[in-house]
């Protein structure tokens, strides 16, 4: 079964600070991954996926198969960057459809 | 840029009453996707639907819960016999491969 796991449920920096919100993974096939953020009575919005290895709002997320990991970081945050953020799964292959399996979701706050 | 649109945005209904929740997707999205979030909790897969059946179901879409197509732009997640543990914020996504995108999600209360 696939599982997603975002250990930190808050995360609190100074602005101007670097920031790297973690996600680790369990999948037995080839994943695809995405970090989703959720602004403030938004909706969730996709920030990054894997294999477009962009950059976003100054965020960059790399795949690591060895570790099952995909952490998000950023080198300075800024205010506007406090959000719910979400890393999620998707089975790249089989008969899934693009069903998406979700972390727990980490709160970040950048403090001014 | 084109949205997923739900309605409505909060839903109060009396336990044991059918709700259904209402969502247009992107126009030329071929996928879609039913997702909800108990609050404090994650958001959980519920259903997709592709080529007008479901294609991948969870352990919770259970025989209280069904989907429809029903006019080739909306898209519903009817819940027939509400119970408490219902309430939750219901999500709607749709893609035309990836990425998806979400709609601003419905709030349903159950009393």
């Known amino acids: 079964a696939q599982r997603v796991t975002q250990p930190e449920k808050l995360l609190s920096v100074f602005k101007g600070a670097p920031v790297e919100l973690k996600c680790n993974y369990s999948?037995?096939?080839?994943?695809?991954l995405f970090w989703y953020v959720q602004y403030s009575r938004q909706r969730l919005q996709l920030l990054l996926r894997h294999i477009s290895r962009e950059s976003i709002k100054g965020f960059t997320a790399d795949l690591n198969k060895g570790e099952t990991s995909f952490h998000l970081k950023k080198p300075f945050a800024q205010e506007e960057d406090s959000a719910m953020y979400y890393c999620?799964?998707?089975?790249?292959?089989?008969?899934?459809?693009?069903?998406?399996?979700f972390g727990q979701g980490t709160i970040l706050t950048v403090h001014p | 840029e084109p949205e997923v649109t739900q309605t409505p945005s909060h839903q109060v209904t009396q336990m044991g009453q059918e709700v259904i929740l209402r969502c247009v997707p992107i126009s030329n999205h071929l996928y879609f996707y039913w997702y909800r979030q108990i609050l404090g909790q994650k958001v959980e897969f519920l259903v997709s639907f592709y080529n007008n059946e479901i294609s991948e179901k969870s352990e919770i879409f259970d025989d209280q819960f069904s989907v429809e197509r029903p006019d080739g732009s909306n898209f519903t997640l009817k819940i027939r016999s509400t119970k408490l543990e219902d309430s939750a914020m219901y999500f709607c996504a749709s893609s035309d491969n990836q990425p998806q995108h979400f709609g601003d999600g419905t709030r349903l209360s159950i009393l």
């Open positions: 999620a799964l998707e089975n790249a292959g089989g008969t899934s459809y693009g069903k998406l399996t």
């Open positions: 999948y037995s096939g080839s994943p695809e």
